[in-house]
């Protein structure tokens, strides 16, 4: 879909990209455990652990920061591939 509505608003000047997070820790997440957490982040690659709001902001910046970047979903997820259901 990024790539579709790149395509088209590419003439204007615009760019097109989605941020695609696995778990991150915000307010809705503060009052997990550490037990809690740990099944939840096993699958990651590295790190096992939750994202912080720092690196979904950094990435954030390099998208803005880099003209080079469009048509994409930027994947920030420590590498989790969730199993199905």
């Known amino acids: 879909m990024a ?11 615009i760019r097109v990209l989605a941020i695609a997070p696995s778990l991150f820790a915000t307010g ?3 009052a997990f455990t550490d037990e809690q957490v740990a099944p939840l982040v096993e699958d990651a690659a590295f790190p096992k652990r939750m994202g912080r709001p720092e690196e979904y902001a950094k990435l954030a910046l390099a998208i803005v920061d880099n003209a080079m970047l469009n048509g994409q979903c930027l994947r920030l997820d420590a590498g989790q591939r969730f199993a199905p259901r």
């Open 3 to 13: 790539l579709t509505m790149a395509r088209d608003l590419g003439p204007q000047g």
């Open 28 to 30: 809705a997440t503060a």
